[in-house]
Nanobody, 132 residues
Framework: QVQLVESGGGSVQAGGSLRLSCQAS???????????MAWFRQAPGREREGVAA????????YYPDSVQGRFTISRDSAKNTLYLQMNSLKPEDTAMYYC??????????????????????WGQGTQVTVSS
């Protein structure tokens, strides 16, 4: 089991930046290293969507076109923490942001890294509000 707690959300004006953090804990090794992890978001009335994923090697990342070049996912294995740096924020980025982790082992495709069904472990979310 992996427990995830997000933080860092808040209110910001369009064009601003925020950095979200996701602290992982649990009675298992490799809480963030060696596993797929991702950030998702859900705006009111809309489906939850993936916005960034990081592969087990910690190097390869994947983003949808909507955030490519603006969002950066990273991790600090020593701190068991996942990050999402969000720059050039837009009002349409307003949503609850969730951290997710996959079980160790196995490989998935790039597209699958942004699929809800790929992740059994989820945090409670942190709200991001971007005003125009």
């Amino acid at each position: 089991q992996v427990q995830l707690v997000e933080s860092g959300g808040g209110s910001v004006q369009a064009g601003g930046s925020l950095r979200l953090s996701c602290q992982a804990s649990g009675y298992t090794s490799n809480l963030v290293s060696g596993r797929y992890m991702a950030w998702f978001r859900q705006a009111p009335g809309r489906e939850r969507e993936g916005v960034a994923a990081i592969f087990p090697d910690g190097v390869k990342t994947y983003y949808p076109d909507s955030v490519q070049g603006r969002f950066t996912i990273s991790r600090d294995s020593a701190k068991n923490t996942l990050y999402l740096q969000m720059n050039s924020l837009k009002p349409e980025d307003t949503a609850m942001y969730y951290c997710a982790a996959r079980r160790l082992g196995g490989a998935i495709t790039d597209i699958q890294t942004l699929s809800l069904g790929s992740y059994p472990y989820w945090g409670q979310g942190t709200q991001v509000t971007v005003s125009s």
